[in-house]
């Protein structure tokens, strides 16, 4: 779209990754505290629907919905096939974050899967 660099573009790109970031640690963290879900359809869906009224929970589908307008504001302003690849570092931030505060496994090849996508990501780009 522009020959100059976009920075409020960046900026929401850097939102999106922010909120992104957020809403899957929370979900993934608190959706691990309450333990399996029940067995059967009913149970599972009252098991889900529970969840809805956890503060945690309701503040990391908030942070999806606020990632979704910061990507669309980014897209009022840099071309989708310039500005996605930046989504890879959702890979990157998740994991190491995932390791740090979820006490998270991390193996070699987790680590080699990650930079293979984005390695992949920034040849599809240039």
Same mark, same amino acid.
Not at 75 to 94: E, G, H, W
Not at 108 to 113: A, E, P, S
């Given at each position: ?7 409020? #573009?960046? *900026?929401?790109? %850097? !939102?999106?990754? &922010?909120?992104?970031?957020? #809403?899957?640690? *929370? &979900? @993934?963290?608190?959706?691990? +505290? ?8 009913? #149970? @599972? $869906?009252?098991? !889900? &629907?529970?969840?809805? !009224?956890?503060?945690?929970?309701? +503040? ?11 990507? =669309? %504001? %980014?897209?009022?302003? $840099?071309? $989708? ?6 989504? +890879? ?8 974050? +995932?390791?740090?505060? /979820?006490?998270?496994? /991390?193996?070699?090849? @987790?680590?080699? #899967?990650? $930079?293979? *996508?984005?390695?992949? &990501? *920034?040849? =599809?780009?240039?």
């Amino acid at each position: 779209m522009q020959a100059r660099f976009d920075i409020p #573009g960046h *900026v929401y790109i %850097a !939102l999106t990754l &922010l909120f992104t970031v957020y #809403g899957q640690l *929370v &979900l @993934k963290w608190q959706m691990g +505290s309450v333990g399996p879900m029940p067995a059967g359809t009913l #149970g @599972k $869906l009252q098991f !889900l &629907l529970l969840q809805f !009224l956890n503060p945690w929970i309701m +503040s990391g589908l908030a942070s999806a919905f606020l990632a979704s307008l910061a990507w =669309m %504001a %980014a897209m009022t302003r $840099l071309d $989708l096939n310039y500005a996605y690849p930046f989504m +890879s570092l959702a890979f990157l931030i998740v994991m190491a974050f +995932s390791v740090v505060f /979820l006490n998270e496994a /991390l193996s070699l090849q @987790k680590v080699l #899967g990650t $930079l293979l *996508v984005v390695t992949g &990501l *920034v040849i =599809m780009t240039r």
